[in-house]
T-cell receptor, first 113, second 116 residues
Protein backbone atom coordinates (compact mmCIF):
# COMPACT_ATOMS: atom_id res chain seq x y z
CA UNK A 1 0.00 0.00 0.00
CA UNK A 2 1.14 3.53 -0.71
CA UNK A 3 2.23 5.33 2.43
CA UNK A 4 4.29 8.19 3.79
CA UNK A 5 6.37 7.81 6.93
CA UNK A 6 7.52 10.74 9.00
CA UNK A 7 10.12 9.25 11.26
CA UNK A 8 9.86 11.75 14.10
CA UNK A 9 6.57 12.66 15.74
CA UNK A 10 8.17 15.52 17.69
CA UNK A 11 11.37 17.50 17.18
CA UNK A 12 12.43 19.93 19.90
CA UNK A 13 15.21 22.31 18.88
CA UNK A 14 16.75 25.50 20.16
CA UNK A 15 16.31 28.77 18.30
CA UNK A 16 18.94 29.40 15.59
CA UNK A 17 19.88 25.71 15.45
CA UNK A 18 19.56 23.72 12.22
CA UNK A 19 16.76 21.21 11.83
CA UNK A 20 15.91 18.26 9.58
CA UNK A 21 12.48 16.68 9.45
CA UNK A 22 12.55 13.27 7.83
CA UNK A 23 10.10 11.85 5.33
CA UNK A 24 10.08 8.56 3.40
CA UNK A 25 7.47 7.27 0.98
CA UNK A 26 6.70 3.71 0.04
CA UNK A 27 7.31 3.40 -3.66
CA UNK A 28 9.95 4.39 -6.15
CA UNK A 29 7.52 5.06 -9.00
CA UNK A 30 7.14 8.60 -10.27
CA UNK A 31 5.79 10.95 -7.62
CA UNK A 32 5.08 14.54 -6.74
CA UNK A 33 6.20 15.44 -3.23
CA UNK A 34 5.02 18.18 -0.90
CA UNK A 35 5.63 19.63 2.53
CA UNK A 36 2.78 21.44 4.25
CA UNK A 37 2.90 23.44 7.49
CA UNK A 38 0.09 23.94 9.97
CA UNK A 39 0.61 26.75 12.44
CA UNK A 40 -1.42 26.69 15.67
CA UNK A 41 -5.10 27.40 14.96
CA UNK A 42 -4.48 27.84 11.24
CA UNK A 43 -5.13 25.78 8.12
CA UNK A 44 -2.58 23.77 6.16
CA UNK A 45 -0.28 25.86 3.98
CA UNK A 46 2.05 24.67 1.23
CA UNK A 47 5.72 25.06 2.18
CA UNK A 48 7.33 23.62 -0.95
CA UNK A 49 6.88 20.97 -3.62
CA UNK A 50 8.92 18.75 -5.91
CA UNK A 51 7.42 18.04 -9.32
CA UNK A 52 10.46 17.35 -11.51
CA UNK A 53 13.92 18.68 -12.32
CA UNK A 54 16.36 19.78 -9.65
CA UNK A 55 16.25 17.53 -6.62
CA UNK A 56 16.86 20.44 -4.23
CA UNK A 57 13.71 22.45 -3.76
CA UNK A 58 13.49 25.76 -1.96
CA UNK A 59 10.33 26.93 -0.24
CA UNK A 60 8.98 29.72 1.87
CA UNK A 61 10.44 30.90 5.17
CA UNK A 62 13.94 29.59 4.39
CA UNK A 63 13.00 25.91 4.21
CA UNK A 64 14.36 23.52 1.58
CA UNK A 65 13.97 19.83 0.84
CA UNK A 66 15.92 17.29 -1.15
CA UNK A 67 14.35 14.55 -3.23
CA UNK A 68 16.30 11.29 -3.14
CA UNK A 69 14.75 8.76 -5.50
CA UNK A 70 16.98 5.83 -4.56
CA UNK A 71 16.17 6.24 -0.87
CA UNK A 72 12.56 7.31 -1.53
CA UNK A 73 13.07 10.25 0.82
CA UNK A 74 12.16 13.93 0.84
CA UNK A 75 13.69 15.40 4.00
CA UNK A 76 12.96 18.99 4.99
CA UNK A 77 15.74 21.23 6.30
CA UNK A 78 16.30 24.71 7.63
CA UNK A 79 19.77 25.97 8.61
CA UNK A 80 18.55 28.23 11.43
CA UNK A 81 15.10 28.03 12.98
CA UNK A 82 13.06 30.74 14.66
CA UNK A 83 10.50 30.58 17.42
CA UNK A 84 7.86 31.33 14.78
CA UNK A 85 8.67 28.05 13.01
CA UNK A 86 6.94 26.15 15.81
CA UNK A 87 4.21 24.23 13.98
CA UNK A 88 3.13 20.84 12.67
CA UNK A 89 4.78 19.79 9.41
CA UNK A 90 3.26 17.26 7.04
CA UNK A 91 4.97 15.45 4.20
CA UNK A 92 2.69 14.35 1.35
CA UNK A 93 2.92 12.46 -1.94
CA UNK A 94 0.83 12.19 -5.09
CA UNK A 95 1.67 9.32 -7.43
CA UNK A 96 1.78 10.78 -10.94
CA UNK A 97 -1.34 10.03 -12.93
CA UNK A 98 -3.43 10.08 -9.76
CA UNK A 99 -5.18 12.69 -7.66
CA UNK A 100 -5.05 11.19 -4.20
CA UNK A 101 -2.74 13.04 -1.81
CA UNK A 102 -1.28 10.74 0.84
CA UNK A 103 -0.10 12.51 3.98
CA UNK A 104 2.29 11.43 6.68
CA UNK A 105 1.25 11.56 10.32
CA UNK A 106 3.07 14.85 10.87
CA UNK A 107 6.07 16.09 12.83
CA UNK A 108 5.60 18.67 15.54
CA UNK A 109 8.52 21.10 15.50
CA UNK A 110 8.95 22.90 18.78
CA UNK A 111 11.51 25.73 18.79
CA UNK A 112 12.76 26.74 22.21
CA UNK A 113 14.37 30.05 23.17
CA UNK B 1 -9.28 37.45 -2.12
CA UNK B 2 -11.26 35.01 -0.03
CA UNK B 3 -9.79 31.64 0.72
CA UNK B 4 -11.53 28.32 1.16
CA UNK B 5 -14.26 28.55 3.76
CA UNK B 6 -15.98 25.74 5.64
CA UNK B 7 -19.14 25.77 7.71
CA UNK B 8 -19.84 25.09 10.43
CA UNK B 9 -16.51 25.40 12.18
CA UNK B 10 -17.72 23.04 14.89
CA UNK B 11 -20.49 20.48 14.83
CA UNK B 12 -21.59 18.34 17.76
CA UNK B 13 -24.11 15.62 17.06
CA UNK B 14 -25.43 12.44 18.57
CA UNK B 15 -24.67 8.95 17.39
CA UNK B 16 -27.03 7.94 14.62
CA UNK B 17 -27.80 11.45 13.40
CA UNK B 18 -27.26 12.87 9.90
CA UNK B 19 -24.83 15.76 9.31
CA UNK B 20 -23.89 17.97 6.40
CA UNK B 21 -20.60 19.82 6.14
CA UNK B 22 -20.19 22.63 3.62
CA UNK B 23 -17.18 23.81 1.66
CA UNK B 24 -16.88 27.01 -0.37
CA UNK B 25 -13.78 26.80 -2.58
CA UNK B 26 -11.79 29.67 -3.96
CA UNK B 27 -13.69 31.24 -6.85
CA UNK B 28 -12.66 29.76 -10.19
CA UNK B 29 -11.04 26.63 -8.73
CA UNK B 30 -12.30 23.61 -10.61
CA UNK B 31 -10.78 20.95 -8.35
CA UNK B 32 -12.07 20.27 -4.83
CA UNK B 33 -10.88 17.76 -2.26
CA UNK B 34 -12.22 16.46 1.05
CA UNK B 35 -9.98 15.04 3.76
CA UNK B 36 -10.51 13.74 7.27
CA UNK B 37 -7.95 14.39 9.98
CA UNK B 38 -8.14 12.39 13.18
CA UNK B 39 -6.30 13.46 16.31
CA UNK B 40 -2.56 12.99 15.95
CA UNK B 41 -2.78 11.94 12.30
CA UNK B 42 -2.24 13.54 8.94
CA UNK B 43 -5.14 14.32 6.64
CA UNK B 44 -6.70 11.26 5.03
CA UNK B 45 -8.02 11.62 1.47
CA UNK B 46 -11.76 11.08 1.06
CA UNK B 47 -12.87 12.34 -2.36
CA UNK B 48 -11.79 14.53 -5.26
CA UNK B 49 -14.07 16.51 -7.58
CA UNK B 50 -13.14 17.86 -10.99
CA UNK B 51 -15.97 20.25 -11.75
CA UNK B 52 -19.28 18.65 -10.81
CA UNK B 53 -18.16 15.06 -10.96
CA UNK B 54 -16.36 12.93 -8.41
CA UNK B 55 -13.18 11.87 -10.22
CA UNK B 56 -11.94 9.75 -7.32
CA UNK B 57 -14.06 8.72 -4.35
CA UNK B 58 -11.87 5.81 -3.29
CA UNK B 59 -11.19 7.34 0.11
CA UNK B 60 -14.77 7.39 1.33
CA UNK B 61 -14.76 4.85 4.18
CA UNK B 62 -18.23 3.36 3.59
CA UNK B 63 -21.63 4.11 2.10
CA UNK B 64 -22.62 6.33 5.01
CA UNK B 65 -20.41 9.01 3.48
CA UNK B 66 -21.46 10.89 0.37
CA UNK B 67 -20.40 14.18 -1.20
CA UNK B 68 -21.89 16.38 -3.90
CA UNK B 69 -20.86 19.40 -5.89
CA UNK B 70 -23.91 20.06 -8.09
CA UNK B 71 -22.83 23.34 -9.70
CA UNK B 72 -19.09 22.82 -9.69
CA UNK B 73 -18.50 25.26 -6.85
CA UNK B 74 -19.82 24.64 -3.32
CA UNK B 75 -19.55 21.08 -2.06
CA UNK B 76 -21.38 19.29 0.73
CA UNK B 77 -20.09 16.25 2.56
CA UNK B 78 -22.95 14.21 3.96
CA UNK B 79 -22.63 11.63 6.71
CA UNK B 80 -25.54 9.36 7.57
CA UNK B 81 -26.04 7.43 10.82
CA UNK B 82 -23.00 9.04 12.41
CA UNK B 83 -20.77 6.92 14.63
CA UNK B 84 -18.38 8.00 17.37
CA UNK B 85 -15.50 6.96 15.12
CA UNK B 86 -16.52 9.65 12.64
CA UNK B 87 -15.32 12.31 15.09
CA UNK B 88 -12.51 14.21 13.38
CA UNK B 89 -11.65 17.45 11.63
CA UNK B 90 -12.95 17.44 8.08
CA UNK B 91 -10.82 19.50 5.72
CA UNK B 92 -11.68 20.85 2.32
CA UNK B 93 -9.16 22.05 -0.25
CA UNK B 94 -9.39 23.48 -3.74
CA UNK B 95 -6.98 23.96 -6.60
CA UNK B 96 -7.13 25.86 -9.85
CA UNK B 97 -7.17 22.92 -12.25
CA UNK B 98 -6.11 19.74 -10.52
CA UNK B 99 -6.04 17.47 -13.54
CA UNK B 100 -2.45 16.39 -12.96
CA UNK B 101 -1.99 16.51 -9.21
CA UNK B 102 0.67 19.15 -9.62
CA UNK B 103 -1.43 22.14 -8.60
CA UNK B 104 -1.18 23.70 -5.17
CA UNK B 105 -4.11 22.84 -2.95
CA UNK B 106 -5.47 25.62 -0.74
CA UNK B 107 -6.97 24.35 2.48
CA UNK B 108 -9.87 25.61 4.50
CA UNK B 109 -9.82 25.83 8.31
CA UNK B 110 -11.80 22.64 8.71
CA UNK B 111 -14.98 21.54 10.46
CA UNK B 112 -14.49 19.79 13.78
CA UNK B 113 -17.14 17.07 14.03
CA UNK B 114 -17.82 15.50 17.42
CA UNK B 115 -20.18 12.55 17.63
CA UNK B 116 -21.40 11.88 21.17
Amino acid sequence: AQSVTQLDSQVPVFEEAPVELRCNYSSSVSVYLFWYVQYPNQGLQLLLKYLSGSTLVKGINGFEAEFNKSQTSFHLRKPSVHISDTAEYFCAVIYTGGFKTIFGAGTRLFVKA
Amino acid sequence: GAGVSQTPSNKVTEKGKYVELRCDPISGHTALYWYRQSLGQGPEFLIYFQGTGAADDSGLPNDRFFAVRPEGSVSTLKIQRTERGDSAVYLCASSLIGTSGRDEQFFGPGTRLTVL
